[in-house]
């Protein structure tokens, strides 16, 4: 399945962010919410359609809520503690979503 530009626009620059250290200053990414907050505040940041991004991720996690924890809960922590950008299963599908089909051509 391709992904969207703008979808893609969001990976690499939340793998920059993460690349940059995670700065805490003056970024609309938060190191304490999941892909799905952070998209939210990219698209608005950049005028692109939050529930259509949101729709398109959601299609992308096959509709599962916690695609990379075991529950709520674990989430949560890593939510509380400031650490969900650490998640290596996330920081991977990052990575993995970089690149779309039209790149590898």
Known sequence: ??????????YRAYAAWLDAGAPEVNV????GIG???NL????QRHGFDTATLGDELDL???????????DEVEYDY??????????PRRVAWVRAHCETSDDSQ
């Open 1 to 10: 399945m391709s992904q969207s530009p703008e979808l893609t626009a969001f």
């Open 28 to 31: 609309c990414f938060h190191r």
């Open 35 to 37: 892909l799905c907050g």
């Open 40 to 43: 939210g505040s990219y698209a």
């Open 60 to 70: 992308q996690f096959n509709g599962e809520a916690y695609p990379f924890n075991a």
């Open 78 to 87: 890593e939510a509380d503690c400031d650490t969900s950008y650490l998640n």
